[in-house]
Antibody, heavy 116, light 108 residues
């Protein structure tokens, strides 16, 4: 069974660039899409963007100017970069395998707090 | 953007009873709707896709119905482990996936 594990810094300062990695194990990174989704504390889910195993991407228009998602098939790893973070970017960030446009496997999530 | 509205915000039901959760889309999403369950401190878990198809390993007490703009998740006989927050998600207008705000199912 596929497993996903997010990793990255838990605390950041405003204006910095958030960098997270998602390592996929127990399954192939192809032929799936891989998504990032976030959840502010006590709130609902927001789709950030996805990447296909071939490298094509799509992003939420509300975040598009600040988001970059990349993939390293050799390392079975998907990465997220979010630039110019503010307190509004404080959230648990999940990576998820995307099959048929729904999210069928999720990582446990990693909390990122943006504070000066 | 397609807005997904879930009702009620909180639902109180006794164990063993039936729970019915609703999700409404601001435009038709055909049958391109998924349901997820999220427990505190955990990631969401896929329950239903295609509005009515149970995901692998999901018990038969979970069922989904609806199409177009109105959808329902029914849990036929609530078990203690079913008390959680439930989210719907449309994927008809991919890649602009959107989620509902969630329904908290609590023990009565």
């Amino acid at each position: 069974q596929v497993q996903l594990q997010e990793s990255g810094p838990g605390l950041m300062k405003p204006s910095e660039t958030l960098s997270l990695a998602c390592t996929v194990s127990g399954g192939s990174i192809s032929p799936y899409f891989w998504s990032w989704i976030r959840q502010p504390p006590g709130k609902g889910l927001e789709f950030i963007g996805y990447i296909f195993y071939s490298g094509s991407t799509n992003y939420n228009p509300s975040l598009q100017s600040r988001v970059t998602i990349s993939i390293d098939t050799a390392k079975n790893q998907v990465s997220l970069k979010l630039s110019s973070v503010t307190a509004a970017d404080t959230a648990v960030y999940f990576c998820a395998r995307t099959s048929g446009h729904y999210f069928d496997s999720w990582g446990q999530g990693t909390l990122v707090t943006v504070s000066s | 953007e397609i807005v997904m509205t879930q009702s009620p915000t909180t639902l109180s039901v006794s164990p063993g009873e039936r729970a019915t959760l609703s999700c409404r889309a601001s435009q038709s999403v055909n049958s391109n709707l998924a349901w997820y369950q999220q427990k505190p401190g955990q990631a969401p878990r896929l329950l239903i896709h295609g509005a009515s198809t149970r995901a692998t390993g999901i018990p038969a007490r979970f069922s989904g119905s609806g199409s177009g703009t109105e959808f329902t998740l029914t849990i036929s006989s609530l078990q203690s482990e079913d008390f959680a927050v439930y989210y719907c998600q449309q994927y008809n207008y991919w890649p602009s996936y959107t989620f509902g705000q969630g329904t908290k199912l609590e023990i009565k």
